[in-house]
């Protein structure tokens, strides 16, 4: 078991990091009731750690024990059914799953399977946690329409039924679910956050820290928690006793990016970018998303360039991110990303140098 | 009477001339005769008939001539056999008996110089009442058509011809007041009428053609001027002879050995230019070559056998070389297969060859039921029938439009491909297919459909490449038709033109044909409806003119050529015509790439191939357009698919064309079929998915946190450098230091948690067995879930430390025990053991349960044991596994080096202790394979990982209690 889950905070007393959002939650449960919750923020900040750390605090221990199902719903969609295929991880008080893996028939499962379990109430002997909590996880990359059906059933069946959403950006949340569920914003740990909770980790493991050895995990991770922690296990794993200087190995895919960064500072021409072209391609294979291959490959370009490239260059990004996501083919959109690049540096180039 | 004997002593003379010949050779007339014929092709060889249908050759004139002369004669003979002339009577005689000697020379009368005053005696007698439309004339009337080329009615006036008759027999020898008695007048106007009668009943058609005439120009041009013979074919000579050379190759075994080519069907097709008369004589044919039976249709033209051999060029005199080489079985590829573009005259020429060659066409087309049952019984009526009716040549099977529709066009493909199959099979000769073929009818359908091909087969599809097509391509002989010259095109264009009477220019047809594309069907389209609105062709605005355009579906590979290469200008007329150039540019470019339709496809294509362009492009502008334009081209896309407002695909192809204003260049470029888009697809669901299996596999605790992307995005380095932790030692468990040791347990755990472990790719994947084959071929074991892979990018290498082969081997037996473990527990609802294992025990999943059957995880029925079991601790697990690294393969014994290892906090190790029993010599497999019989599983946690088929060199009885002190 890797550290990041070994010392994954069960309940809402042991997290460390955001606390005062999980004293509010607790406050929020003591009444055995909740609104829904909308939670949110970057990856590795700890969203679903609390969600689960929630559900304990609700439920008791029988929330932690969950079980895997991969169950095929047959749904009568007007003049035909359509077959879906569903992973679901449930427990005898909540049922967790994932929406958008369904693709463009997400409004089906929005629409009939979640309509349909939260319909069913639990019967419960003692009468109270009369509910049933429904976690639907990246609920951002649900399709509007299915956004729209999600919010009739928010209301209709609130009596039964909460419902934990979880997303990376809430602004992909339409306005009508986010005004229906209370907000949660999770936000990335902070540096000093992290440096904590590595050394409570080497505490706990009975490691020896350099100096600063935890503070440069944590400017590394990118503030993200889940990363602190595995590359601090892996200089663990390479070397134990620590050394001030050890090297903190890279992201493969971040050292691939370095590369085609490389490639793209040195030479600019439509035969360079082909090639770009051949690496970004092996990146989107291996389930990598285009928004963060290009983000990190801008950050790797302005670590190259000159300062009075860099603002021009940030609002090219942006632009290219925007209407990848307005489109379907990522390659297109961070091809022409790197060529709008390539000819914003070779003509700087040409005019600097001549 | 002056123009009959004139007209009878040209008969006798021309009599005369042959008798000689034909008394010398009368005995064998077929010989001779065949020696005539080739005389006459010597005659023909030098003179070139390339373009047959442009201009009659001369002969073909006086030809004609002798035709409009032969009724004639007919009309006569009767008067002359009852004339009462005894000189010429016996003459007469004479030339009754030779009738058919008469008809077989009738070349020769041809080529007699006497002809010519003949005919014009025949323009004499027919010139009174002429007139260019048979309406004009009532009465009895004939076409005549005059050397220049002109076609004219003549009516018949018997008492004129009567009249001269009489003067010239004034003028003879006869006397009195009458030339003849009235009986014979009498019998005269008798036979007359007999004649008469018979005419309309011999040939219907003819009669209907003459009627028809006035209305022919509401008939399609295409029909009516199509080629009927394999001189006129425009398309290419190559590939024209080519099919006529495969057809032939058949002639051996579909006709027999004594084939000949019977080209009645070229006669007809010249016939029909030549508008000659209409009249016909009725003729004996068993002289010809093919014995046939007379047929009205094909009768009448049969005369001209001949005369068609004559105007046979160098292709005939191939073909008759060539059949004379080659006259075994039919030709090694048994199909035919056409393919090319519309209009091109596949068709066309398939059924001229074939009616050339002697074949009757039968025709299959996409307008028919192409299932494949139908199709074969089709197909076998073809092959193996001849029909009793009155056409008895073989038939030649022509599938049109084979690739048509995918489904049906492939039900044809099917039976044809299996009849070629067998075919090879029994390829032996007619007697065996002869048998097949009974064989087929007594016994079931099955054998059937092993009936070899016996006719030739024609295949004609548009696209070579259909995906239906692909077996078929192999076995058939491919002919892809090339566009006919223009030229060609337009002199056949010209004549017809003339023909109709529609003025036009060269410069107009040439511009016409280059438009439709040498498309000879929508030229004459085009042609036909401009005459018939009486307007001109017009160079300059052909396009507007053209209505027969035809939706050209381009290959995809021309639009991405059409895309990326600049049209060539002339360059003078650049700068005048440069905006309307461009403008067509834009429509021909807009309506092509709109006619393909598949948007996605072309700009796939252009994404993938526009980086290898040369363009001129300093500073990179030009490539960012592009590429703009082709994200637009995506938002779009994506816009349209959610909304479903399709109508906006319109705004598709401006995005190409914009593309192409860009870049376009006049350098050939060198276009590859977009596949890296697909490729990237293909293997990013390939990669989702087996995260998907993996991620499933994980236990749910953990699985949850992790998402598809934060996976790749941060777990996977980490993870791998985790798994193979450069210190740890390769060397035997017992061997490691405490602190090692808990280490290993560490990342054992880790890798059971994230359901990893090393696996022999290629051997076995199922775990628990022998790894035997793993020590021997190491570079094998590798990750089960291959996460490596997942950063794995090409180009690029990683820097993980490789583990030691034998720590791999170590980890997954290590891995594959702590499973067990794990999922014993589970079983087992041991309070205090869950208490003692917390964290891991959860985690286990009871999937794992069933894989352990396997393994037998049991326990021992030995009356003795429960008691020591349970005093025991609770997490011993004995485990005999078979990490082998002997190389004794021998059969299943092999020798097991047991690594048993204890498990959790207990320092007691087992394996000492056992070793030094097994040192004894111990009855291992005995008491091991007890195990699996007796295996009954109940609560007691004593486990056994037992591998079947295990020994120890030395045996030695061993009691259970003593393995489970």
Redesign the interface.
Known sequence: ??W???Y?PKTLDKVIIHEDVAQNLKKLVTEQDCPHLLFYGP??SGK??LI?ALLRQIFGASA?K???E?KNWKVDAGSRTIDLEL?T?SSTHHV?LNPSDAGFQDRYIVQEIIKEMAKNRPIDTKGKKGFKVLVL??VDKLSREAQHSLRRTMEKYSASCRLILCCDSSSKVTEAVRSRCLNIRINAPKEDEIVKVVEFIGKKEGLQLPPGFAARIAEKSGR?L??AI??F??CR????PFTNNQVI?????E??IF?IASDIMKE????R??QV???L?????????PE?ILKRLLYELLKKLDFELKHEVCHWAAY?EH?MR????A???I??FV??F??IY??FL?ATFG | MEMESEDLGWLEADLDLHDDYIDEDFEPPLPEEEASIEQVYEHHQPEPITKPDLSIPDDHITDLETETLQPKKRLLNPSLLDSANVDDSVEDKRCRVDLGVNEADDEWMRYSPVREEAADVVEDVTERFISRFATDIDGDFMPVTAPDGDRVYAKLVKEEVEDKVKKLEVKGRFEGLMMEPISVLMQKVEQKELQKALEASVSTQIDTDLLETPVVTEQLWVDKYSPNSFVELLSDEHTNREVLMWLKQWDSSVFGTEVKSTTDDVLSALKRHSSVSQQKKVYNKSNFGRSKEFVPNSGTFGERNHFNKENYDSHAIHELHNKKIKDSGPPEQKILLLCGAPGLGKTTLAHVAARHCGYRVVEINASDDRSSSTIETKILDVVQMNSVMADSRPKCLVIDEIDGALGDGKGAVDVILKMVAADKKSDTGTENNIQSEQSGKTSSKKKRKDTPLLRPVICICNDLYAPALRPLRNVAKVHVFVQPTVNRIVNRLKYICNKEGMRTSSVALTALAEYTECDIRACLNTLQFLNKKKEMLNVLDISSQVIGRKDTSKSVFDIWKEVFQKRRLKGVRKSIDGCRSSFNEFTSLHSLISNCGNYDLILDGI?EN????NYH?????K??KC??N??IS??L???L?RTQKMSLLVYQPAIAIAIHGVVSQVEKPNIQWPK??HR?RM??IE??EA?HTWH?KIS???S??I?????????????L??LS???LRPVALHLLSEKEKNEMA?LV??MV??AITYRNKKVDPLPGKPRNQASTDIQILSFDPPIG????????I?NYFMLASAVKQVLSHEVEKQRILQSSINKSKDENERTNLS??E??SKPEHAPENTKTSISNLKNSSAPNRVTSAPANTIVSATASGRSATLSSEISKPSETTKKRSSGSFNFFDRFRKTSANGSQMTETVKKVPATSERDSRPVLFKFNEGFTNAVKRPVRMRDLLM
């Open positions: 078991m890797l990041v889950d070994k994954r990856p590795g679903k750690t689960m932690e969950v079980k895997v991969n992973t991880l967790e996880n990246e993200s889940r990363r595995l590359s296990e892996t794993v390479q070397q134990y190995p890279p992201m493969d895919w050292e691939y590369e600019q021409s439509p035969k970018l082909f072209r051949g690496k391609y092996e990146l989107l294979v291996n389930c990598i998303p963060i290219y209407r307005l489109g379907q083919k390659i297109f959109h091809e022409a060529a709008k390539m000819s070779k003509g040409i | 994404h526009i980086l290898q362009l492009d300093p500073v990179m502008k490539t960012v590429l703009n082709l994200e995506d938002i896309h994506q816009y698919m890296s888009f990237y293997s990013l990669k989702v995260l499933n749910p605790c953990i949850r946190h998402s598809t992307k934060s996976f790749v995005a941060d777990l996977v380095s980490p993870l450098h985790i932790p450069p210190t560490q755990r880790t948690s994230y892979d997942f950063v794995n990018f090409e180009g690029y990683c964290g891991k959860k985690s």
